[in-house]
């Protein structure tokens, strides 16, 4: 899995959008970048993965440069339930023996 | 709904103690990992298999120890139980392949487990 780099906290005001960055700048042609979020005392939670292209679905949009070397995450209407670590992973498209590599992650603090 | 699910959700053992961590998932999966979380340090991949009796070392496998005889269980075993061991362990599940990049990882709740 390509390293990935995101920012270690962010906060944003409820109601407004949160964007959390990340950059991947070594990935491969066949990775996917793939979004988690992390809500205190749970386990990590699926949230969005691409390729290439934007991609939306209920919970976020994923929008990826051209170049593929950054990516950010988008919560349009970001609310309290939302405050969590946000991690951004590089992974191939089949799994086969492939490490699924977390890092630390983006602290998001949604307040009011 | 995929399900993963870990044995125990907290857990107190004494030093040098044997202890067994037990995943199981019900979605089929190939992939199956271990994880321990700390404060700071994020998520840390311990183990990983990726299918029946297949493993391989994570980034901190120095201590642990992983079992695969079934496709669906996927045990953490520390040998020898050490107060640096405390930790929360999360055990995660996916498919080996997919279309389109549907290999999502599926998490437990985790194991809060005190080596005292």
């Known amino acids: 899995d390509a390293k990935t780099t995101q920012p270690t906290s962010m906060d944003c005001a409820e109601g407004r959008a949160a964007n959390l960055p990340c950059n991947h700048s070594?990935?491969?042609?066949?990775?996917?970048v793939y979004w988690y979020r992390q809500i205190h005392s749970q386990g990590p939670q699926y949230i969005i993965h691409?390729?290439?292209n934007n991609e939306t679905n209920e919970m976020a949009s994923l929008i990826i440069t051209e170049d593929r070397k950054s990516s950010t995450l988008i919560l349009p209407h970001a609310t309290l339930r939302d405050t969590a670590v946000y991690y951004c992973i590089a992974s191939l498209l089949t799994g086969g023996g492939n490490k699924l590599t977390f890092g630390t992650g983006t602290q998001l603090k949604v307040e009011l | 709904d995929v399900k993963v699910t870990q044995s125990s959700r907290y857990l107190v053992k004494r030093t040098g103690e044997k202890v067994f961590l037990e995943c199981v998932q019900d979605m089929d999966h190939e992939n199956m990992f271990w994880y321990r979380q700390d404060p700071g340090l994020g998520l840390r991949l311990i183990y990983f298999?990726?299918?029946?009796?297949?493993?391989e070392k994570g980034d901190i496998p120095e201590g642990y120890s992983v079992s695969r005889e079934k496709k669906e269980r996927f045990s953490l075993i520390l040998e020898s139980a050490s107060t640096n061991q405390t930790s929360m362990y999360l055990c995660a599940s996916r498919r080996a392949t997919g279309r389109k990049g549907d290999t999502e990882a599926f998490f437990g709740q985790g194991t809060r487990l005190t080596v005292v």
């Open positions: 298999s990726y299918d029946v009796k297949m493993k």
């Open positions: 691409g390729l290439k």
């Open positions: 070594t990935i491969s042609g066949n990775e996917y």
